[in-house]
């Protein structure tokens, strides 16, 4: 059935698979192995994915390492896995969520899935398997009983998103923020409305579009959908009242709803989490959860690793590890988690922001705002914070010396810094 949907050859015996992969170092014994060809050629590493319990996978070379197993024979794997994952997404008698934004969206997919899963059968995209690739693999790995799709939507320029809508088929859309991220591809902020309005474009009239009230350009997407409205924010349909943080910025605050009012306490730092789990309540909501369930969901709910992850230093110091990704938006945000925290010496370790339209520009606002906040700035490997900059992520824990109990050090950056390597030399330092 799999060959016939993607148009594709059966080469071998018939078999039955269990989820797929692109990534022949994570491939799971049972799934389908799908080699896309990028900077290196997948094809080369089918030999590994069978090593590894693929029990079959696609091809468009022929000639490739089957080792006398199944193969489908495709003109284009990157074409076949989309439409394999369209079959599948037929198959699902599930709802799904689709969630983008310009920051937040890993977090918010984190939080909709724990405030979901409360009460329904939920599968979410692990990470941020949000593209062409990560989505389809998210729908072919869900179980034949899920009942709700968790789909986080990146964005690398106009028209990806409603190509992942045609893939995901969401009746829910979440928009969390438009900001400076990825304006490189779309030319300026308002491109990046309008990349990330695709999405709501995309719902069914009898869908609902969850809109951040608090964001102009995302409150403006209300009039680009035919699906009901639903707000969430400071004064939105889904309410935040009377936000406090504690010594770990942790936010404790009152949320109001359509469905009643309740206080809440998140395990999860940052005065902006509170406005992502608003938004993961508001799906509950509709998708008929009711609120204690998505409540309790979210105060126990975990984020995808390198989402301002707080980790206990041997010297009683703060690691908050945040360096999956940033833009200024989001570097703002974690500063100002870090300033509310309780503690002495507050230190920022930041690398690139990259895919801005104006980097020098993007970097000295956030330079601004951590002297705003009496947070010192470690710069790695560019200088446009306005600061000599370190070589790289082995430099930096020479430079911070011995770390207090007191002390709080955020590491950010885009995800091509890598500066989860700081956060990595930090804690196997405090191991000596």
Same mark, same amino acid.
Not at 255 to 263: K, Q, R
Not at 302 to 308: K, T
Not at 335 to 356: C, D, F, S
């Given at each position: 059935m799999a060959a016939h949907a993607v148009g594709g050859r059966l080469v071998g015996p018939d078999v039955d698979f269990d989820g797929a992969s692109f990534d022949s170092r994570t491939t799971r014994p049972g799934q389908l192995f799908v080699p896309l060809i990028a900077e290196r050629d997948g094809h080369d590493f089918i030999g590994d994915a069978r090593s590894r319990g693929a029990v079959a996978h696609l091809t468009s070379r022929p000639d490739d390492d089957r080792r006398d197993g199944t193969a489908i024979e495709v003109a284009d794997t990157a074409a076949a896995l989309t439409a394999l994952a369209q079959w599948a997404r037929q198959r699902l008698d599930a709802e799904a969520v689709g969630i983008t934004g310009s920051v937040g969206k890993t977090s918010t997919k984190d939080l909709v899935a724990a405030a979901v899963g409360a009460a329904r059968r939920t599968t979410a995209n692990e990470r941020s398997f949000n593209n062409e690739q990560g989505l389809p693999v998210t729908i072919l790995g869900a179980p034949g009983n899920v009942e709700v799709l968790v789909l986080e939507m990146g964005m690398r320029g106009f028209g990806q998103i409603s190509a992942l809508c045609e893939i995901g088929r969401p009746s829910i859309g979440v928009v969390t923020a438009v900001a400076d991220a990825h304006t490189e591809l779309v030319g300026d902020i308002d491109g990046v409305a309008r990349a990330k309005r695709e999405l709501v474009e995309a719902l069914p009239r009898q869908g609902t579009a969850v809109l951040n009230a608090d964001d102009p350009r995302v409150l403006a997407m209300a009039s680009a959908t035919a699906a009901s409205v639903l707000t969430y924010g400071i004064g939105g349909d889904v309410r935040v009242v009377d936000l406090e943080l504690d010594g770990r910025a942790r936010a404790h605050f009152r &949320? !109001? %709803?359509?469905? $009643?009012?309740?206080?809440v306490s998140l395990g999860v730092s940052g005065a902006h989490m509170a406005f992502n789990a608003a938004a993961a309540v508001a799906v509950a909501g509709t998708l008929g959860v009711d609120l204690g369930s998505a409540i309790a969901g979210v105060e126990r709910g #975990? *984020? %995808? @690793? =390198? +989402?301002?992850e707080v980790i206990d230093h041997a010297s009683g110091a703060a690691i908050v590890n945040d360096a999956y990704n940033a833009n200024p938006t989001s570097m703002r945000a974690a &500063?100002?988690? /870090? @300033? @509310? =925290? +309780?503690? $002495? +010496?507050?230190? @920022? /370790?930041? $690398?690139?922001? !990259? #895919? *801005?339209d104006d980097p020098a520009a993007g970097h000295r606002e956030v330079a601004e705002v951590a002297a705003e906040l009496g947070i010192e700035i470690v710069a790695v490997g560019t200088a446009d914070y306005g600061i000599t900059p370190v070589d790289g992520p082995a430099a930096v824990a020479p430079v911070l010396g011995a770390l207090r109990a007191d002390d709080i050090v955020l590491v950010k950056a885009s995800r091509a810094a890598g500066l989860e390597r700081v956060v990595r030399s930090l804690i196997e330092k405090s191991a000596d």
């Open positions: &949320l !109001a %709803s359509p469905w $009643g009012e309740a206080p #975990e *984020l %995808s @690793a =390198m +989402r301002m &500063l100002e988690a /870090v @300033a @509310a =925290m +309780r503690g $002495g +010496r507050k230190i @920022a /370790v930041l $690398g690139l922001m !990259a #895919e *801005l």
